[in-house]
C-alpha cells in the first residue's frame, strides 16, 4: 500500500529538519575535536546537552517563569493591539492623530526603555512583563489593521445592502475576515515577546532564562550557557507552534 503524497510531505516537514539538525550536531562536535577549541569558547554539543540534563531541574524552574512573563505581556499585547488596530480602522481621526504616534513609538528601540521599566517597576516580574508587551504589541496592530482594511469591498456593500447594523457588520464580517491577518500578527509576536522578556531580565532581574544567561556568561559556564540559549529557542518555537496550532484548528464561529 503506498503512502499517499500529502503524507509523505506530511513526513518529510518532521524528518527533513531533523536530519539537518544531526548533521550540524555531527559537525559541531567534529569541528571541536578537530580545530582543539577551548571549552571555554565552544563546548561540544555532548557537554551542552550533558549540562542540560544535569542542570535541568533549575532549566525548568527559569523557563516556567520566564513563560509566564511572556505570557502575561503577549495576551496584554494581543487584546489592546487588537482594540487599538480596530479603533484606529474605524475612526478616522483616531487614525490622524494616535496611529502616528503609535508608528513614531516603534521607532524607539525598545531595549532602551528596558533600564526605564526597571527604574519605574523595579525588579519585579510587571517590567518583564511590560517588555514583552512593548515588543509583541506593535505587529498586532499592524496585522489588525491590514486585516481589516482588506475586507472584500463586495461583501461591504452586500451587507450595507441589506441594512445590516454597524456592530453586526463588524462582527460578523470585519472580524471573520481580519482573523487570518491577525493570527499572523501574533505568530509575528510571540517570537518577540520572547526576546522581550529576556531583554527585561538582562537589565534587572534575580530569576529567569535571561539572568540565568547572564550568570553563566559571568561565571564562564559556557556549556551551560549554550544550554539556557537552547531552552530558550525552544520555548520561543514551542510557543509559535501553538499560536500555528491555533491558527490552524480554532473553527471561528459566531463572533
Known amino acids: 500500500m503506498q503512502r499517499s503524497p500529502k503524507r509523505r510531505i506530511q513526513w518529510r516537514a518532521y524528518v ?8 550540524f550536531a555531527i559537525l559541531w562536535e567534529l569541528a571541536v575535536d578537530v580545530f582543539d577549541i577551548k571549552p571555554y569558547l565552544l563546548p561540544t554539543l ?14 525548568l524552574l527559569q523557563s516556567w517563569i520566564t513563560t509566564q ?3 502575561f505581556g503577549f495576551v496584554g499585547a494581543v487584546v489592546t493591539g487588537v482594540l487599538l488596530g480596530a479603533v484606529i480602522h474605524s475612526w478616522s481621526f483616531v487614525r490622524r492623530t494616535i496611529y502616528p504616534f503609535v508608528v513614531v513609538f516603534q521607532g524607539i528601540p525598545k531595549i532602551a526603555l528596558a533600564p526605564l521599566m526597571i527604574i519605574w517597576f523595579g525588579y519585579g516580574d510587571i517590567s518583564k512583563i511590560l517588555m514583552a508587551f512593548l515588543f509583541a504589541f506593535f505587529p498586532v496592530v499592524i496585522a489588525t489593521m491590514g ?23 463588524f462582527r460578523r464580517l470585519y472580524v471573520p475576515s481580519a482573523l487570518p491577518s491577525i493570527m499572523d500578527g501574533c505568530k509575528q509576536a510571540m517570537p518577540l515577546a520572547v526576546i522581550g522578556a529576556i531583554v527585561g531580565e538582562f537589565v534587572g532581574s534575580e530569576h529567569g532564562l535571561g539572568h540565568l544567561i547572564l550568570n553563566t556568561t559571568a561565571n564562564a559556564r559556557t556549556d551551560y550557557l549554550f544550554a539556557a540559549l537552547i531552552t530558550v529557542s525552544a520555548l520561543a518555537a514551542l510557543l509559535y507552534l501553538v499560536i500555528e496550532l491555533v491558527a490552524k484548528r480554532v473553527w471561528w464561529r459566531g463572533l
Open 69 to 71: 512573563e511572556v505570557l
Open 46 to 59: 555532548s557537554s551542552v546537552l550533558q549540562s542540560m540534563w544535569d542542570n535541568r531541574a533549575n532549566l
Open 16 to 23: 527533513d529538519p531533523l536530519m539537518v539538525f544531526v548533521v
Open 147 to 169: 486585516g481589516l482594511a482588506a475586507t472584500p469591498s463586495n461583501l461591504i456593500e452586500h451587507f450595507r445592502a441589506i441594512r445590516a447594523p454597524g456592530w453586526v457588520m
